[in-house]
């Protein structure tokens, strides 16, 4: 059965690609997208890669967008002359979701003066009222570009503003309650007991994970429950890197899943151990094979954002790709 299932696997990516040629189109995947649509990929990669790579985006003419909503829509905002396509519209982001334009429009009325720095797991119309875009690759460095006595209204993710209000020592940023169903279940005992069954592995976890500012204070004093092994907080860009570039045998993953498929391919005879085996977004498990190939060949789902709010988004947006 798995030798069929990957062979129909091979037959599906044959024809994307086929027919990715034929139409000039780029796909792009988000690491955390299942195995075979990682494969198909023309570029893999974190939000912010894939932002940047669909900001220069020139030969092609459409672009298919292997994520969730809010990546295609600024993926539209940033290629105005391409037409993007997503796979399923159903692939939304429930981070995202927790706050609305109104209400952010009546956060920033509580707090004039501040400055708004919206995640990027954001809507278009959250990101047309902000100042700067981050992704968690950025935050810190976006955030320490602001004066330091200006207030900052981060959104939506709290434990990732959690995160680097602690790594800037800012007591002026605001945090919005959102999270990410995926990463907010990840708690500071579960990557402690991993470390004790694993003793040898060196640990990754996400900055959008509950302990994530609890992380980084350990990490900064040198908590003796570190053990001296290598722990970071990092963007999925960050996880890939310190894999390429260190040399343990283990790591402790802490994120969505889908990132082991692309950590073990590219580093073959090391382990990956995820923190949790429920860390699973059912929204990037929405786009498959089959979807791509149906995006592919009807056309469809094009993901546009209205001109005014695209161009009110777009300085955020640029905000953010100009500071890495």
């Known amino acids: 059965m798995a030798e069929t ?6 037959a599906l990516q044959a024809r994307i690609r086929e027919l990715a040629e034929e139409k000039n189109a780029i796909i792009l995947a988000h690491n955390y ?57 159903q692939a939304g982001c429930f981070l995202a979701d927790t706050l609305t334009a109104e209400g952010l429009a009546e956060w920033k009325a509580e707090h004039p003066g501040a400055k708004v720095v919206s995640y990027v797991n954001s809507t278009a119309a959250v990101k047309a009222l902000s100042d700067y875009c981050c992704t968690s690759a950025n935050a810190v460095k976006v955030v320490e570009a602001i004066p330091a006595d ?39 005992e579960m990557v402690l007991e ?23 204070q350990m990490i900064e004093d040198g908590d003796e429950r570190l053990d001296g092994r290598q722990v970071q907080v990092a963007s999925t860009g960050g996880m890939v890197r310190q894999a390429q570039e260190g040399e343990n ?4 993953v802490g994120t969505e899943k889908g990132i082991n498929h692309r950590l073990a391919k590219e580093n073959p005879g ?12 059912q929204y990037m498990k929405r786009i498959t094979l089959e979807k791509v190939l ?22 955020a947006v640029d905000r953010m790709l100009e500071i890495t």
Not at 5 to 10: F, L
Not at 194 to 216: N, Q, T
Not at 270 to 281: D, H, L, N, Y
């Open 150 to 188: 200006t207030d900052i209204l981060f959104c939506p993710d709290m434990f990732l503003g959690a995160y680097v209000r602690e790594v800037t020592g800012r007591d002026n940023i605001h945090l919005w309650p959102g999270e990410c169903h995926v990463h907010s279940p990840i708690t500071l």
């Open 270 to 281: 090391r382990e990956f151990i995820p923190v949790s085996e429920k860390a699973i977004c």
């Open 194 to 216: 991993k470390m004790a069954e694993y003793p040898e592995a060196d640990v990754m976890v996400h900055p959008e994970c509950r302990c994530s500012a609890e992380l980084a």
């Open 33 to 89: 997208q299942i195995g075979p649509v990682q494969d198909v990929a023309d570029v893999l990669g974190d939000s912010l890669g894939l932002a940047q790579e669909a900001a220069e985006v020139e030969e092609a003419d459409i672009i298919v967008f292997c994520g969730v909503h809010f990546m295609a829509e600024t993926a539209a905002i940033l290629s105005p002359g391409k037409r993007v396509l997503l796979p399923d519209l």
């Open 249 to 252: 045998e283990q790591y402790i």
């Open 294 to 315: 149906h995006s592919l060949t009807e056309d469809v789902y094009q993901v546009t954002v209205d001109p005014e709010t695209a161009a009110a988004a777009r300085g």
């Open 5 to 10: 299932s990957a062979n129909t696997d091979v």
